[in-house]
């Protein structure tokens, strides 16, 4: 039997111990476009319960404890993998219920629980994932319970259970084996598992390895890729992009001599240019070191900003969205609009088709679950649209309507031109199934590219990627890589226009000069402006250079 002190303090150290191994985490993620990653989803998830599970006293039971971790868990649940974890708490919440303590059958019978909740969640549960891992744990459990009532011998064969599927993974899912990697949700879930038995054991809770690493999170949304979720070690965010000279030496001498006064190098180039992103507290001597390669250029001029202070203003950012919250609103219409969405053109574009409550994220910025659901809440209306418009935040949004007193429908939405196409299409004097036809028949047919940059060395489907080249994305799926952001959105441009194409929409974003946003749309207009209707938008949008939409 376990006692509910005892499975708070199990609870404690695994969310301290994932905090403390989320980036080893997010290295197992095998696609390399910057995202949210699962490390830091699952960290961020578990670490919403923290307050609430130190506030509770040696009295507390297994039923309390438990409510309260799923309960945290759900609201601050971010991204696929820290939905389902969420989901798992949430059946084993339920299998505890109303128990002081448990025994090896009670928890067997909850993680049974927490497998069925996980996948009716999941339209199309893929094996050789978390969900493959919780599933043959759950197996174990059942059979464990039958042998030993001793609850650490018990918990022992579950983790060893969770490790051994861990390690199979890679055979189930081809893209894993590839890569070499485990599934990094079985990696996260397994590594919770095993912080709980360190604990049942009688070890002591695991501390944080950074002071920095904060206990307890906050709300927020970075507009940078995972840089506010990240310690500082280095003040200056630095770059700039330098003309070669004809005798230029290789760039990889100036990566070198970056990586020895910084962190977070980046460097690219071409035939032309050298491309350079560094953290360093001595961005002169970047600079002096660049000059021994070529000359800086004007457009964009070089930049050096103190990270310091960009995260602690952030961090009043956050502070005052938090303490204001979201009122609850009265319903003065039929229909709102909830949109997911970053980058200030891209929000002013949604709040002029209608969208009354932007809930700040995306690509590696993955709202909670109460987040999303406090934006619902506040939404002054009898029904509230959804459109998540990034994969990695549906499953979150879904949940969401489940707390929600509102009637809410959410389209699944994978992108920002998803999103838009949706509100064009929506039509008030239908009903709400008629309208939820209609837009999603309207955003299935948008196609969608993305110009962005990878954020790791990679092997994937076929190309042999290296950190910060561009990547072409075309719907979602890797196209080609290329060194020059306007030539390969032109290409991909190219690629997306079909014969049947009527409109193309290229939205810029914070990375993007107006100049050269307005060559890439000459270039567009002078080879296509005859066969289809061409609009260039300022998104200022983050982590993607161009969104491109094409109808």
Known sequence: MIKGCLLRDAFISASITIANKKRDIDELNVYPVPDG???TNMAMTMNNAL??????NDNITVSEVSSVMASALLRGARGNSGVILSLIFRGMAKGLSEMDEADCESFANSLELGVNMAYKAVMNPTEGTILTVIKASALKAQESSRTTSDFTVFWSNVCEEARNTLAKTPDMLPVLKKAGVVDAGGQGLSIIFDAMLEVFKGNKIAEPLSKSEPKISVESFSTAVSEFDEEINFTYCTEFIVEKRKDSSDSSILRAYLETIGDCVVVVDDDEIIKVHVHTDSPGLALQKALEFGVFINDPKPK???????????????KTAEQNGYKSAEPEKKYGFVAVSAGHGIE??????GVDVIVKGGQTMNPSIDYILKAIQSTPAEVVFVLPNNKNIIMAAEQAVRLSDKKVCVLQTRTIPQGISAMLAFDESLDVSENKIIMTKAFEKV????????????????????????????????????????KSAFKLIKKLIKNDSSYVTVIY??????????????????????????????????????????E
């Open 37 to 39: 990653d699962t490390g």
């Open 51 to 56: 307050s609430e599970l130190y506030k509770m």
């Open 304 to 318: 050096i900003e103190n990270m310091r202070i960009q995260h602690s203003n952030k961090v009043m950012e956050v």
């Open 348 to 353: 002013e574009m949604f709040k002029d088709l």
């Open 447 to 486: 196609s969608t590219g993305q110009i962005t940059f990878a954020a790791r060395d990679s092997e994937y489907e076929g190309h042999s990627i290296k950190e910060g080249e561009i990547l072409a994305l075309d719907n979602g799926k890797l196209s080609f890589t290329e060194k020059d952001v306007t």
């Open 509 to 550: 974003g914070s990375d993007v000069t107006e100049e050269n946003a307005e060559k890439l749309y000459q270039m567009v207009q002078n080879k296509f402006g005859d066969k289809v209707g061409i609009t260039l938008l300022n998104g200022g949008q983050p982590v993607y250079y161009y969104i491109i939409s094409v």
